[in-house]
């Protein structure tokens, strides 16, 4: 399947990917499992070559071994004399009347447009009736969101921690 050229794009995708692939392997760039071209060195061919980066300044050298790094304790975390113990939570505001009533539209809402007949209302009417409910539900529920700022916040002061 070919596309036309234009501002789609060129008409043979998968040719002008092989051309952008050999001209990144040209440069030295490509698999991993490929090796690159190098230049002929003047070492005897015998002799083991190591890296460059493993020869380094001992860049896996460290006082620690892999594995107590990787299982041992964290070496930053702080001791238990210095442990942060968060304070209690606040309790959780008491419902008000308003939150039972939305709740009852949703869960009336729900009923209705699940199964009317358990209530014994035919299909066609407790659709509508249950939809109309889920609504006023909704409308009840965002009506009770606070619109102002906290008790106490200066709005002019930007965000506050």
């Known amino acids: 399947m070919s596309r036309m050229s234009g501002a789609d794009g060129p008409e043979d995708v998968d040719a002008t990917f092989e051309e952008i692939v050999a001209g990144l392997r040209a440069q030295g760039l490509g698999d991993d499992d490929r090796p690159a071209e190098e230049p002929p060195s003047r070492e005897d061919p015998g002799e083991a070559r190591t890296p460059a980066a493993a020869t380094g300044p001992g860049w896996r050298e460290s006082e620690t071994g892999w594995d107590e790094t990787m299982f041992g304790a964290d070496p ?6 210095e442990h942060y113990v968060p304070p209690e939570p606040p309790p959780l505001p ?8 939305v709740l009852l539209f949703f869960v009336l809402g729900l009923l209705l447009l699940i199964s009317p007949g358990l209530i014994g209302i035919p299909a066609t ?7 109309l409910a889920l609504a006023t539900g909704i409308a009840l529920l965002l009506l009770r969101v606070r619109q102002g700022p ?4 200066d709005p002019d002061n930007g965000a506050q921690v």
């Open 76 to 81: 930053t975390a702080a001791s238990d004399e």
């Open 94 to 101: 008491k419902p008000r009347k308003g939150a039972f009533v």
């Open 125 to 131: 009417v407790g659709t509508p009736v249950g939809m």
């Open 150 to 153: 906290p008790d106490g916040a």
